[in-house]
């Protein structure tokens, strides 16, 4: 599908920040953990309670231009279900809809950032056209079609969890090292220095 290079979390954070729908701390903190950790940028701002998945679903498909599906309305074929391995669908939330030759239609938890997605069409060798849907469907569908999804979510969260701790040291080095909150309120005093300075010229 052409177009599917505009489906970035930063796009989507410009968005974002530009409508005022979410604090910007708040988007810059869940962009690094994407970075670092791996975590969803638009799962992070839903479980953080910044913002609902329906509104940032309605962004996505107003900003972006692509259809919204909820993924318990349509029925899945059994080619698109095994056409991409589930370790893949599982990890990325991913629902597979249908499939006509090596074109795929899939349903996104909300937004599925461009790299992933292309890497998924070299991997599978497949054209995905993708579909935004919610979050929080797309587990139970995944949960339907795949008796052991269950399983691996307890077991990728637990994996998740024992990383965070492992990183959690870290953040309490001394002389700031390793802390990476430290950059950010160093460039927070740094812009308050700039503002103090405008307002006393």
């Not at 930063?10 to 791996?38: F, M, N, S």
């Not at 969803?40 to 910044?50: A, E, I, K, P």
Request: hydrophobic share 40%.
């Amino acid at each position: 599908m052409k177009g599917l290079e505009k489906l970035t979390s930063i796009r989507l954070a410009e968005v974002l920040t530009h409508k005022g729908a979410v604090p910007t701390d708040v988007i810059t903190d869940a962009l690094y953990t994407q970075d670092r950790h791996g975590e969803s940028f638009v799962d992070l701002l839903v479980s953080g309670g910044n913002i609902t998945e329906w509104d940032l679903s309605k962004m996505v498909v107003e900003n972006f231009q692509l259809p919204f599906i909820m993924a318990g309305n349509y029925e899945i074929s059994d080619t698109a279900r095994d056409g991409i391995p589930k370790q893949i669908l599982f990890e990325n939330l991913i629902v597979p809809m249908d499939n006509l030759g090596n074109i795929m239609t899939v349903i996104m938890p909300i937004l599925t950032p461009f790299e992933v997605l292309s890497k998924i069409q070299k991997e599978c060798k497949v054209e995905l056209f993708p579909y935004v849907g919610l979050i929080s469907e797309n587990k139970r569908v995944l949960g339907e079609l795949f008796p052991d999804f269950a399983q691996w979510q307890k077991d990728h969260q637990a994996a998740l969890e024992a990383k965070s701790r492992e990183v959690a040291p870290q953040a309490g080095a001394k002389d700031g090292e390793g802390d990476w909150a430290n950059i950010f309120d160093a460039g927070d005093a740094m812009v308050r220095s700039s503002i103090d300075g405008k307002k006393e010229g």
